[in-house]
């Protein structure tokens, strides 16, 4: 098996006496998008930071490309576009300076990927950065990080100040990004984007990883809810089975959340008189909460 892009071995990040992330260990593989899941202040944003050496680390160690995030950090930067949860630049300089500005600092001029994508997500480059929205600012942010062709493209929220038909387009170009071979390290607390366009996933809370499970999998666990009317009443000691679940009962009205033996579930309900059924599997933001609500989140 080939080396991972990102290794991550008991990263431990404290500030004084708080505790920023414990014990971490995490791989991100070469050609995938691995989605990095938790809400606000669970440690998404440190462990960024602390990978990139941004921050310095308390313990543990981190490896990309199979160099010491440390010790070898511009070589790493070099082949390494990166999008912050909050891209600022120069406000007074226009869109075009701040990205020119950019590649001249990577050594590059424009091979016309700049203006390809500058194009593709609406972004005016003549505007002055302190004029934009917080939609447009973002833009910004996602063309520098692509525009040097970095074999690794690590970002934090990147739809955040995104319109909705914006998400879509960056969605798109993220799997046309993956099919050309790219490594992609995003985090998000949004769980529709992670499981439209990821391939794997990692939930971290309160600074500890909980989970990491390929999408295809975690979609297997996530279970179903199964609604029905019953033309009359029917005792809920009745679906007492492995896997199921009645959350909720007036006897001819009931709600089933089943995680397996959905067969056997329904083979149950045949016997009675239904009126009307309903099945759908949980979105993963379903299975989000539900996953942090057990631990007590």
């Given at each position: 098996m080939k080396e991972p892009v990102i290794s991550i071995r008991g990263l431990t990040k404290n500030y004084g006496d708080v505790v920023g992330i414990k014990d971490l260990d995490l791989d991100v593989q070469a050609g995938e998008i691995m989605g990095f899941l938790g809400p606000n202040g669970s440690g998404?944003?440190?462990?960024?930071?602390t990978c990139l050496d941004l921050i310095m680390?308390?313990?543990?160690e981190v490896r990309i490309f199979g160099l010491d995030s440390h010790e070898d950090s511009v070589d790493i930067r070099r082949r390494t576009g990166y999008l912050p949860g909050d891209f600022g630049m120069f406000p007074a300089l226009t869109v075009e300076s701040i990205l020119r500005y950019l590649l001249a600092l990577n050594g590059q001029d424009d091979d016309g990927t700049m203006l390809s994508l500058a194009e593709r997500f609406d972004l005016d480059m003549d505007?002055?950065?302190?004029?934009l929205s917080r939609g447009n600012r973002q833009k910004v942010g996602i063309v520098q990080a692509f525009m040097t062709?970095?074999?690794l493209v690590i970002m934090d929220e990147p739809t955040s100040g995104l319109d909705p038909l914006m998400?879509?387009?960056?969605?798109e170009f993220l799997r046309e990004e993956k099919a050309?071979?790219?490594?992609?390290?995003?985090s998000s607390h949004i769980m529709a984007e992670v499981e439209r366009v990821c391939d794997r996933v990692a939930i971290i809370r309160e600074g500890r990883l909980e989970l990491v499970e390929s999408i295809d999998v975690l979609k297997e666990k996530m279970g179903k809810r199964l609604e029905i009317e019953f033309g009359d009443t029917v005792d809920a000691s009745v679906f007492d089975?492995?896997?199921v679940?009645?959350?909720e009962t007036d006897g001819r009205n009931m709600a089933l959340v089943i995680i397996k033996n959905l067969d056997e579930v329904v083979k149950l309900v045949a016997e009675h008189n239904v009126v009307n059924m309903s099945l759908e599997t949980f979105s993963l933001d379903q299975f989000f909460m539900t996953y942090y609500s057990r631990r007590g989140a």
């Amino acid at each position: 098996m080939k080396e991972p892009v990102i290794s991550i071995r008991g990263l431990t990040k404290n500030y004084g006496d708080v505790v920023g992330i414990k014990d971490l260990d995490l791989d991100v593989q070469a050609g995938e998008i691995m989605g990095f899941l938790g809400p606000n202040g669970s440690g998404k944003t440190t462990t960024i930071r602390t990978c990139l050496d941004l921050i310095m680390k308390t313990a543990g160690e981190v490896r990309i490309f199979g160099l010491d995030s440390h010790e070898d950090s511009v070589d790493i930067r070099r082949r390494t576009g990166y999008l912050p949860g909050d891209f600022g630049m120069f406000p007074a300089l226009t869109v075009e300076s701040i990205l020119r500005y950019l590649l001249a600092l990577n050594g590059q001029d424009d091979d016309g990927t700049m203006l390809s994508l500058a194009e593709r997500f609406d972004l005016d480059m003549d505007k002055k950065f302190g004029t934009l929205s917080r939609g447009n600012r973002q833009k910004v942010g996602i063309v520098q990080a692509f525009m040097t062709d970095q074999d690794l493209v690590i970002m934090d929220e990147p739809t955040s100040g995104l319109d909705p038909l914006m998400q879509q387009r960056f969605y798109e170009f993220l799997r046309e990004e993956k099919a050309r071979g790219k490594t992609i390290f995003m985090s998000s607390h949004i769980m529709a984007e992670v499981e439209r366009v990821c391939d794997r996933v990692a939930i971290i809370r309160e600074g500890r990883l909980e989970l990491v499970e390929s999408i295809d999998v975690l979609k297997e666990k996530m279970g179903k809810r199964l609604e029905i009317e019953f033309g009359d009443t029917v005792d809920a000691s009745v679906f007492d089975i492995e896997g199921v679940e009645v959350s909720e009962t007036d006897g001819r009205n009931m709600a089933l959340v089943i995680i397996k033996n959905l067969d056997e579930v329904v083979k149950l309900v045949a016997e009675h008189n239904v009126v009307n059924m309903s099945l759908e599997t949980f979105s993963l933001d379903q299975f989000f909460m539900t996953y942090y609500s057990r631990r007590g989140a």
